[in-house]
T-cell receptor, first 117, second 117 residues
């Protein structure tokens, strides 16, 4: 079945440091890939997405590129801020043999990011 | 625009007691999801509705869990009787299902944190 693996956490950085959170997946066909973020006390929010190979999703300075050859979707940001402290989830939406989306999201375990001033 | 509304936000019960969670999706969203998120893990789908029909309930423990979505709008998830292992955050999400057009953004509510003593 479909699965998503995120890098072990938590991750602690100083403000303005570079961020990379690794994400790899296992799925048949061509899934869509997502990064969701969960700020303290809030619900999950979509951060960015990519629906086909080589697509780059971007939002709020974060980027991730859909790499089918390495089945990866790593999240990157060049300069993190204290306000980026949150839990980040990589997720995929799989498709069946006919190419129809399953409609559900399969999530990784989440990576806690803490950014210090 | 109002987001996905869930209530209650927190619930503490003793084992063997019943409990119910309520979700009101974003207006116009025909697809509704219930996920369970265990501590330190990503959410896992319990059930997915398209309008009032449950189209994927393969992960719902049907011996103690039940759900309904009357009139294709609000939904209720029930556990009876609750067990210690049911302690988790229960998330509701909604989306406009696009079928073959591809997966869609799921909008999540803040969740209900259940503690079973």
């Amino acid at each position: 079945g479909d699965s998503v693996t995120q890098m072990e956490g938590p991750v602690t950085l100083s403000e303005e440091a570079c961020l990379t959170i690794n994400c790899t997946y296992t799925a048949t066909g061509y899934p869509s890939l997502f990064w969701y973020v969960q700020y303290p006390g809030e619900g999950l929010q979509l951060l960015l997405k990519a629906t086909k190979a080589d697509d780059k999703g971007s939002n709020k300075g974060f980027e991730a590129t859909y790499r089918k050859e390495t089945t990866s979707f790593h999240l990157e940001k060049g300069s993190v801020q204290v306000s980026d402290s949150a839990v980040y989830f990589c997720a995929l939406s799989g498709v069946n043999a006919g190419g129809t989306s399953y409609g559900k999201l399969t999530f990784g375990q989440g990576t806690i990011l803490t950014v210090h001033p | 625009e109002a987001g996905v509304v869930q209530s209650p936000r927190y619930k503490i019960i003793e084992k063997k007691q019943p409990v119910a969670f309520w979700c009101n999706p974003i207006s116009g969203h025909n697809t509704l999801y219930w996920y369970r998120q265990n501590l330190g893990q990503g959410p896992e789908l319990l059930i997915r509705y398209e309008n009032e029909e449950a189209v994927d309930d393969s992960q719902l423990p049907k011996d103690r869990f039940s759900a309904e979505r009357l009139k294709g709008v609000d939904s209720t998830l029930k556990i009876q009787p609750a067990e210690l292992g049911d302690s988790a955050v229960y998330l509701c999400a909604s989306s406009l299902y696009q079928g073959l057009a591809g997966p869609n953004e799921q909008f999540f509510g803040p969740g209900t944190r259940l503690t079973v003593l």
